[in-house]
């Protein structure tokens, strides 16, 4: 009876010396799962936001002039929105994408192969693109790694409508 006694009396901080050693690691894997939620809701709004941009876009007064713009031949014309000219394109983009930074949005007019071959006004496509966002990453930074992670790049394409169908 007295060596059980004993060897209960050894054994009492053991669980104390587990708990310690494995809640460090269960809870790295718990916010690890948060990060990655959150990594994923922003791709997502990224997303959202190339979509929103580009209907936008095409329903709206280009952001620049596209008189230029020659379907004859194939040409297109990309603009990039940090020069302040695409502020209602942005405040569209930034409804659904709060950290979305202008130097990363690119619009581009381009010519569709969409529509019949008489057409006097040819079908326009409009891309947006996000390119090189950066996302801060919060766990990282906490245990003393880089916190940056850039995000893949997001196009979205809308075209016309084609109002002249025969």
Known sequence: MVNKFLSRKRERGATMVEMALTLPLFLLLIFAIIELALVIFTWTRAVDATRAGARYAIVNDPVTDISTLDCSAVTDLTVTCDSGNCTDLM????????????????????????????????????????????????????????????????????????????
Do not use: H, W
């Open 91 to 166: 405040n569209q983009m930034n409804a659904l994408y709060k950290d979305l930074e202008a130097a990363n949005v690119t619009v581009r007019y381009g010519c569709s192969s969409t529509g019949f071959s008489g057409n006097p006004r040819p079908v326009r496509e409009v891309t947006v693109s996000i390119v090189g966002q950066e996302y801060e990453l919060v766990l990282p930074g906490v245990i003393g790694l880089d916190p940056s992670l850039t995000l893949p790049s997001f196009t979205s394409t809308r075209v016309s409508e084609d109002l002249n169908t025969p």
